[in-house]
């Protein structure tokens, strides 16, 4: 790593931040992970994966399993069996293929789970389907890698949480900057005082997205298994603008761009200020954009407000992307002594007087509005994810804490869609006094899907 400062005092040296990374990770449960997750390895035996929904995130998760030299992607599950064996193909592809066999292709995730050979299962579908393959992967058995948002609404977090306690499984949240090297060390220099009292985050996304029309009842596709797409979400006729990026912009089986893309900010500023959960709520947006069927806001400003004057900031722009300090995305923390901006690539500190005290940047950060988001990042978090199977690693991202983030990113659509600030329990995060608002916090599910904790 790389520090700067104009004052030769202020200059940190290596040993201090060795010191603060170590703190900052033994405050979140990392005791141990980045000696493990750095050094080459080749276990005794290899764990099997299999992996569901291979069309987008879940293509960049097979390659970085297969790529791990501990384990093997076994099973790829997908109801567009074309992106299946899109997918299979270039695992065994090439004179050095990443899994040395073709792994089998499934349509129907029950299979998967009846398999007593696969290990851990990475879960990449649609929102709608997080939680439920969730929970099913747990009391099957397996280790669960579920991707953001964990759940469609509040309700499933804690169902999740619930779960995993009960079975003892281990769930990793696909959050993966919480196991990036420059974002832990920065953590820790907040833990250190170097922004001094951090009391406001401020967290961004903002892209161009293009209009998704008006859709139309058409017949289902060939080579697609949408009864089995659908899953636990209400059945409802195939229209022709939703598979199979569009999902996200509507109610039945997205979260909005606050949860598809704002659970990662979000979730670096909550562990940033050390808050969980939040006092009070307030949302204004609307879909300003484009008219069309998309449901949720695609210009959002939410703000949550913490016990001992904390606060975070959310702004979603998902059709406009005009940078903020030069980043599509990311996270500044200010404090009373200046002020950490982090992303993808890196962070840099700054104090009152707007001169650069730290820095480091880990290189090219790639295009920051990857919808599939690979890269270093991926890696290091499915390492991590496989260290706290064999046991040697703590998990970076645990469900237990993941979903508080994912809690907040769904009390901004709460509050956005209640039209009003809504009150919490800073215990639970829980909301206060407003019925109609809890009327939100869990979902319908098409009979016979049905999820809870016993």
């Known amino acids: 790593f790389m520090v700067l400062s104009r004052d030769p005092e202020d200059l940190m040296d290596r040993r201090r931040f060795i010191r603060q990374t170590a703190a900052a990770g033994m405050g979140m449960g990392l005791t141990g992970a980045w000696p493990t997750i750095l050094r080459s390895r080749r276990p005794a035996e290899t764990i099997r994966v299999a992996v569901m929904g291979v ?14 030299p501990d384990c093997t992607v076994s099973v790829l599950c997908d109801v567009d069996r074309r992106a299946a064996e899109r997918v299979a193909a270039s695992l065994v592809e090439g004179p050095d293929p990443l899994v040395p066999t073709l792994p089998r292709i ?16 990475a879960i990449a579908e649609p929102d709608h389907w997080h939680a439920t393959a969730a929970v099913m992967a747990m009391r099957a058995g397996k280790a669960v890698y579920v991707e953001k948002p964990c759940g469609t609404t509040p309700a499933e977090g804690e169902l999740l949480v619930a779960v995993q306690r009960a079975t003892g499984r281990i769930v990793q949240m696909g959050n993966q900057q919480r196991s990036a090297p420059p974002s832990i060390e920065l953590v820790g220099m907040i833990r250190d005082g170097i922004v001094g009292r951090p009391y406001l985050a401020r967290t961004w996304y903002a892209n161009s997205r293009g209009p ?11 080579w697609l298994d949408y009864d089995m797409w659908q899953g636990p979400a209400p059945r409802t006729p195939y229209r022709d603008n939703v598979i199979h990026y569009n999902w996200h912009w509507f109610h039945r089986w997205g979260t909005g761009e606050i949860c598809n893309n704002g659970t990662h900010e979000i979730d670096v500023a909550r562990w940033a200020l050390g808050v969980d959960f939040p006092v009070r709520v307030v949302s204004a947006g609307g879909r300003y954009h484009f008219d069309d069927d998309w449901e949720f806001t695609d210009t959002q400003t939410a703000s949550f407000e913490f ?3 904390k606060q975070i900031t959310w702004e979603g722009r ?3 992307p005009l940078p903020i300090l030069t980043r599509g995305r990311g996270t500044a923390i200010h404090g009373d002594a200046g002020t950490a901006i982090v992303d993808r690539a890196g962070y840099v500190v700054l104090d009152l007087e707007n001169r650069e005290i730290a820095r480091r940047l880990v290189g090219e950060a790639g295009d920051a509005l990857d919808t599939r988001g690979s890269g ?11 260290g706290a199977i064999r046991g ?10 993941a979903s508080r983030s994912v809690l907040l990113c769904h009390l901004g659509n709460i509050a956005q869609e209640s039209g009003r600030a809504i009150r919490c329990d800073p215990a639970s995060g829980r909301i206060l006094g407003d019925p109609d608002a809890m009327t939100r916090w869990e979902r319908t599910y098409e009979p016979g899907w049905e999820i809870s904790a016993l």
């Open 55 to 68: 069309n987008g995130r879940g293509s960049v998760l097979a390659t970085e399993f297969a790529r791990r």
């Open 106 to 121: 499934e349509a129907d995730f029950r299979r998967v789970l009846d398999d007593v050979s696969v290990d851990a299962v």
């Open 212 to 222: 998704i029309g008006r859709g139309s009842v058409a017949p289902v596709p060939e």
């Open 307 to 309: 016990e001992g004057g």
């Open 318 to 320: 998902s059709c406009n």
């Open 376 to 386: 270093d990042l991926t890696d290091a978090h499915v390492a991590n994810f496989l």
């Open 392 to 401: 040697t690693d703590a998990l970076t991202a645990p469900v237990s804490d």
